[in-house]
T-cell receptor, first 108, second 112 residues
Framework: KNEVEQSPQNLTAQEGEFITINCSYS?????LHWLQQHPGGGIVSLFM???GKKKHGRLIATINIQEKHSSLHITASHPRDSAVYICAALPPGNQFYFGTGTSLTVIP | DAGITQSPRHKVTETGTPVTLRCHQT?????MYWYRQDPGHGLRLIHY???????DKGEVSDGYSVSRSKTEDFLLTLESATSSQTSVYFCAISLSPIYEQYFGPGTRLTVT
């Protein structure tokens, strides 16, 4: 049983489109982490948030603690955004639970 | 980028042999983690360390052991490798659990 669910599993978009990736979790959490994994395999941290909203360049992450839901938005998507996006929830304790990822392909 | 290296990057080994993977950091982060990544599963925690000689189990710790004798190194050992341990293994570091984690490049392990 996975505590963290992501949707959609796969997403194809045209360059320039606004993209939303969703993450829902079933337990109370201390923080939520968004990560990016490129086809080469490397995993990069995008955001860590426990409330509200964070923005970095074209990426925006939001979280609603009461609804146990977070979203990652990409504005003006670009082919270089093609990657797997992973969310991870941190319940009280030291252990993150990871979603299975959303595979994004942005077509020129 | 956080200074994290993993060695080896690729390894093929036979069932029943012992295998040790190494994670090395130059960031002086207190927490270190070993994960495995398999198709259809999210990253799953094997073991983690919260200081020198301080380790704890994750959700998939059976068949694995770890050691941390100094801050910068965290070793993952498969005492007797099995085919089910074929996977990509990632090491990660963080200042504390509520801070973001930084990942190493991964080790692809194949057990034949």
């Amino acid at each position: 049983k996975n505590e963290v669910e992501q949707s959609p599993q796969n997403l194809t978009a045209q360059e320039g489109e606004f993209i939303t990736i969703n993450c829902s979790y079933s337990v109370g959490i201390s923080a939520l982490h968004w990560l990016q994994q490129h086809p080469g395999g490397g995993i990069v941290s995008l955001f860590m948030l426990s409330s509200g909203k964070k923005k970095h360049g074209r990426l925006i992450a939001t979280i609603n603690i009461q609804e146990k839901h977070s979203s990652l938005h990409i504005t003006a998507s670009h082919p270089r955004d093609s990657a797997v996006y992973i969310c991870a929830a941190l319940p009280p304790g030291n252990q993150f639970y990871f979603g299975t990822g959303t595979s994004l392909t942005v077509i020129p | 980028d956080a200074g994290i290296t993993q060695s080896p990057r690729h390894k093929v080994t036979e069932t029943g042999t012992p295998v040790t993977l190494r994670c090395h950091q130059t960031e002086n982060h207190r927490y270190m983690y070993w994960y495995r990544q398999d198709p259809g599963h999210g990253l799953r925690l094997i073991h983690y360390s919260y200081g020198v000689k301080d380790t704890d189990k994750g959700e998939v710790s059976d068949g694995y052991s770890v050691s941390r004798s100094k801050t910068e190194d965290f070793l993952l050992t498969l005492e007797s490798a099995t085919s089910s341990q074929t996977s990509v293994y990632f090491c990660a570091i963080s200042l504390s659990p509520i801070y973001e984690q930084y990942f190493g490049p991964g080790t692809r392990l194949t057990v034949t």
